[in-house]
C-alpha cells in the first residue's frame, strides 16, 4: 500500500538554526498537510497545500514557517529560525481530494530544538 | 474552543473485551474521522463517518455520529493486545484541515 515516508525520523537543531523537514506524499494525492504534535498535546494543523498554494494556514503558521513543493514528489517544510516551542512530531498528510477523503500520514520528523 | 474531545482519556481492558471510546465537538462538521497512532509512529486512518450517516462499520469497528449531540464514538469489539494504541477523532468541516482531540490511550491486556 502506498505511504507516506518523511525524512528525518529524527533531527536535532541548535535553536535560531533553519531546518527543513522533507515529505514524499502519496504519488496520485494532489492535497498536503503539514501538522505538528508537541510532546502530550494534541495533533495541531499547520498548513494545507494544493496547486502550488497554501490553501489554508493556522495561526501557528507565522513568518518564520514556509512550505513548497520544488518538484513532483517532494513537500517540505521550512522553519526559518527555530525556537526551543518548535520543538514537536511534525506529521505531513497527503489526500486524494480536499472534501470526504481521509488523510494519509507519514511516521513523523521528531524535531529537537536545544 | 476545543474541538473533538475524547473521553475517557484511557482505558484498559482485557482482550475479548468491546472497548468503547466517545467524541465530542462543538462546530458544525462535513464529517468526522477517526485515526489511531501507535506509540511514536503516524496516524492511521480508521473510518470516516459524513455528517448524514449516524453508523458506520469497518470490520470490527463501529462508529456512530450524532450530530444533534455533536458526539460520536467508536467501538472495537473483540479486542486485541495489538489494538493497544491512541486513539483520536478529528473532525472536518469541509475545510482543509483536521481538528483532533486529545486522544484516548487503549491498553488492551493480554
Known amino acids: 500500500e502506498p505511504e507516506v515516508t518523511q525524512t528525518p525520523s529524527h533531527q536535532v537543531t541548535q535553536m535560531g538554526q533553519e531546518v527543513i523537514l522533507r515529505c514524499v506524499p502519496i504519488?496520485?494525492?494532489?492535497?498536503f498537510y503539514w501538522y505538528r504534535q508537541i510532546l502530550g498535546q494534541k495533533v495541531e494543523f499547520l498548513v494545507s497545500f494544493y496547486n502550488n498554494e497554501i490553501s489554508e494556514k493556522s495561526e501557528i503558521f507565522d513568518d518564520q514557517f514556509s512550505v513548497e513543493r520544488p518538484d513532483g514528489s517532494n513537500f517540505t517544510l521550512k522553519i526559518r529560525s527555530t525556537k526551543l516551542e518548535d520543538s514537536a512530531m511534525y506529521f505531513c498528510a497527503s489526500s486524494e481530494q480536499r472534501i470526504v477523503q481521509p488523510q494519509h500520514f507519514g511516521d513523523g520528523t521528531r524535531l529537537s530544538i536545544l | 474552543s476545543q474541538q473533538g474531545e475524547e473521553d475517557p482519556q484511557a482505558l484498559s481492558i482485557q482482550e475479548g473485551e468491546n472497548a468503547t471510546m466517545n467524541c465530542s465537538y462543538k462546530?458544525?462538521?462535513?464529517?468526522l474521522q477517526w485515526y489511531r497512532q501507535n506509540s511514536g509512529r503516524g496516524l492511521v486512518h480508521l473510518i470516516l463517518i459524513r455528517s448524514n450517516e449516524r453508523e458506520k462499520h469497518s470490520g470490527r469497528l463501529r462508529v456512530t455520529l450524532d450530530t444533534s449531540k455533536k458526539s460520536s464514538s467508536l467501538l472495537i469489539t473483540a479486542s486485541r493486545a495489538a489494538d493497544t494504541a491512541s486513539y483520536f477523532c478529528a473532525t472536518d468541516n469541509a475545510g482543509n484541515m483536521l481538528t483532533f482531540g486529545g486522544g484516548t490511550r487503549l491498553m488492551v491486556k493480554p
Open positions: 462546530t458544525s462538521i462535513n464529517n
Open positions: 504519488s496520485n494525492h494532489l492535497y
